[in-house]
């Protein structure tokens, strides 16, 4: 009697276990009705080519964090694919060879094996099936306005203040992207300080070091409706704030400074260029109840959620 006990216990198990791995098996097989392609320029230079649903689970674990309500894992997932569809229908001429590459030059992408070292093999099991499930749950569906796909740009967090119109980063304006509060609970989350010498900046921007500073050496020129930088006058060179925050790698363009004769001293509060939607603003949202397609309509105002095969 006990040596049937055993054997049961043990197709039990087994039973248990192979459950999981048929149904995972059963959905990965399974065709996708909307069977984009999309070329991605691996960081090896190869370029390979994804079924689109399945490239946007590596995005959205590139992209967002992993433990963030499904809400907003659902709105990050809609809003990469939305850029994918742009970059699909809008290629340069003539054509690179790619669509896009695994860095924030486009959208930053991670593959499975990067996802299970980042998370180990409990958190992949975990994570990498509700990314999935939130890419799944909004199949196929994208933003558009105007019978375009919209420009969907997101960043990490908008911090103190209002998320930044698209014409005062990029020049160029979207009825869709203006000065929206960031939602965020924690709008001081992100705060980070840089110290630069007179050597240091100077190498940074590629010009001849002063000796000292003074206190002309850095002047915001300019501040966009929101009250982040941007025009700045440093060492006597005029930067845009954007121009600025990449030769000196700021988190943002909202900056506080003070200058002494041996350095200057930055503070930057939020993560990001801050067009679009926040990440973090997002999964506030989505902890306050909010649906995705709520998220959505409050980061892209007047845009509206349609199916990718048919965007117009």
């Known amino acids: 009697m006990k040596r049937e006990w055993i054997k049961i216990l043990v197709l039990c198990i087994c039973i248990l276990l192979l459950i999981p791995w048929s ?54 997932a809609v809003a990469a694919r939305t850029f994918s569809a742009k970059r699909l229908s809008k290629l340069p001429y003539p054509d690179p060879g790619y669509d896009v590459d695994t860095t924030v030059l486009t959208q930053a992408w991670i593959s499975e094996a990067q996802m299970k070292e980042k998370w180990n093999w409990l958190g992949y099991w975990r994570y990498h099936s509700k990314i999935k499930k939130a890419v799944e749950a909004t199949q196929g569906q994208v ?20 998320t930044e119109r698209s014409e005062e980063v990029w020049s160029s304006p979207r009825p869709y992207l203006k000065n929206i509060n960031s939602g965020e609970e924690t709008p001081l989350r992100f705060v980070k300080n840089y110290t630069f010498t007179p050597a240091l900046l100077a190498s940074k921007l590629g010009i001849a070091a002063p000796s000292h500073f003074s206190s002309s050496d850095f002047q915001v020129l300019t501040y966009t409706a929101a009250g982040r930088a941007k025009d700045l006058k440093i060492l006597g060179k005029v930067y845009t704030a954007v121009q600025l925050r990449t030769l000196l790698n700021l988190a943002s363009t909202d900056i506080e400074w003070t200058i002494k004769p041996d350095s200057i001293s930055i503070k930057t509060y939020g993560n990001g260029h801050a067009v679009g939607m926040s990440q973090y603003g997002a999964n506030d949202l989505a902890r306050k109840g909010k649906s995705y397609e709520e ?11 349609l199916s990718l095969a048919q965007p117009k």
Do not use: C
């Open 143 to 162: 933003l558009i306005s105007n019978g375009e796909y919209i420009d969907a740009f997101y960043h990490s967090s908008s911090g103190r203040k209002q």
């Open 23 to 76: 149904i995972t098996r059963w959905q990965k097989d399974r065709p996708n009705p909307v069977d984009y392609q999309i070329r991605v320029l691996m960081p090896n230079g190869k370029i390979q080519k994804l079924n689109l649903e399945e490239y946007l689970v590596g995005v959205v674990a590139a992209e967002m964090p992993a433990q963030f309500d499904d809400e907003a894992l659902k709105s990050q």
């Open 295 to 305: 998220i959505l309509g409050y980061y892209y105002p007047g845009s509206k959620i």
